[in-house]
């Protein structure tokens, strides 16, 4: 098992300007899937988990950068993140100020993965929005949708600004 990581991007251009690609934004998504996935095999497993869910955060959230707009899908009571520690409760669970959240990255998903529908993509910015499948051990996937807003750090990696995501409509 490896720690997720922030996701460096190379420069697309010869005169030195980086640009944010869509293949960046999909390796962007991987990252998170897969650190998902890797929170939800710790916990299962035994490990240290809550490191792992850290580190995910940390790496791929822009907290240490400016805001950061995170509204969770299940979220209720605190249904907008707009810190760390928010943020890292709605992964794992355990925080009293959070009380609602029963971890969603400890739900033993299996895999994680993205149906963009739309990106928008600038130079050092970068939105997505589609679909993404969460696997259980079940294998029957849970479609939620998402939106995704991206920053270039100084180091040239991607970090989440914007994070919405939400279970769809359905007729009643």
Not at 26 to 46: H, M, P, S, Y
Not at 72 to 79: L, R, S
Not at 84 to 96: H, K, Q, T, V, W
Not at 119 to 148: C, D, H, I, Q
Request: net charge negative; charged share 20%.
């Amino acid at each position: 098992m490896h720690f997720v990581h922030k996701v460096p991007i190379e420069a697309q251009h010869g005169d030195g300007v980086v640009t944010i690609t869509a293949a960046d934004v999909e390796k962007a998504q991987r990252a998170w899937g897969d650190g998902i996935v890797e929170i939800a095999a710790a916990f299962d497993a035994g490990m240290d988990h809550v490191q792992q869910a850290k580190v995910h955060v940390e790496a791929l959230y822009a907290y240490d950068l400016g805001p950061v707009l995170f509204k969770p899908t299940f979220a209720i009571e605190h249904q907008f993140r707009p810190t760390f520690e928010g943020a890292l409760s709605y992964f794992i669970g355990g925080n009293e100020a959070f009380s609602e959240d029963n971890g969603f990255a400890i739900k033993s998903w299996t895999n994680v993965r993205f149906e963009n529908q739309k990106m928008v993509l600038n130079e050092t910015t970068a939105m997505a929005m589609g679909n993404y499948f969460f696997t259980p051990p079940n294998g029957e996937e849970v479609k939620v949708e998402f939106s995704f807003g991206y920053i270039m750090d100084s180091t040239g990696a991607l970090r989440i600004q914007l994070h919405h995501s939400s279970v769809p409509a359905s007729r009643n």
